[in-house]
């Protein structure tokens, strides 16, 4: 598979270097775990499996991050290291073709969060702009830690906290379990018998059971979630089921994600909802409110710059800025959150440390899609 317009890789790889991102070059099969345990159920549904010689669980490909963070890791190399790449990536039942280019910047290692999460989206923008010089692009920005403060100030438990925070970045998922927070009981429709283990937290039996079923099913184990990830969250579900939060408390989390505005205002919309509410965001707030100054120092401002509480990306590693670049459709009524991205990224600061760095190091990076840029520049709008 090659690019139909190889222009466009060429000033990438120019771009690249003048912002002091070295190319890397990561291989095709990837080790499989590090994909099923920390990149987000919507991902492993699409990654392509396959077994080494000793029977060693494969995938080919699905992303660049987690690839880049094993080499980094590998190579021993200091910090902080800007990683450039543009390859192949392969995921199953995407739109168009299952094999595609992506092209990103991964920035190792800065220890200055606020000016590194400016850079990246400063980076990503200058890649499009470069590529769609006479495309409209709007920004649309979330942010995983500010959700999660506003998660614990809340006071919701452990269960509940984990619950969204793996929701966010999927907008069924997320309004799914603002349903079930608003009526713990509304979602207990199992059988019997899993119902039953599920309430004793019995996670032996519970994860043998899911086994068989799969198994009478056919459906392999491997197959997205295990069954004892399963398990785990039906167990997770009973317990949540006997938690109710106030009216007061419900209607705070509801005005949150509520908030959409320029990111020039966000962070005044922030300290608001939090006085109104009562609430205190701590150093979260204090982040974000320095993120959007390093931005605006790139000179990223105005409407087409926006920060949406409930935007998030479903991918499990991220843990603060998260955000998304498209080209402005020409209908202003449609809703940003239905249109496909050309750029997607954000912080994943515990990754590195998950993939078996020996100290933490803190992440941010992006992807571009490269076939929906393409198809873009074809249509010459």
Known sequence: MTLRHPSVAAAFTQ????????????PVLQPADPFLDMAGEDLRRRIFLTESETGATLCLRPEFTIPVCLDHIASQAGTPRRYAYLGEVFRQRREGDNEFFQAGIEDLGDRDTAAADARSIADAHALLSLALPKRPLTVTLGDQAVFEAVLAALGLPRGWRMRLARAFGSHAMLDAALADLADPQRNGGLPAEVTALAADADMEALTAHVA???????????????????ARRLIEKA???SVRLSDAAFSALKTFLAIDAPLSEAATALKDFAADAGLSLGAALDKFAARASAVADHGLTGERIRYDAAFGRPLDYYTGLVFEIAAEDSDLSRDRRDSQPLVGGGRYDRLLTLLGAREPIPGVGFSVWLDRVEALKEDGR
């Open 15 to 26: 771009l690249f270097a003048e912002r002091g991102a070295a190319m890397v070059e990561v």
């Open 239 to 241: 317990q949540l089921r």
């Open 212 to 230: 068989k079923g799969m198994e009478n099913a056919g459906l392999p184990v491997t197959a997205g979630r295990t069954p004892a990830d399963i």
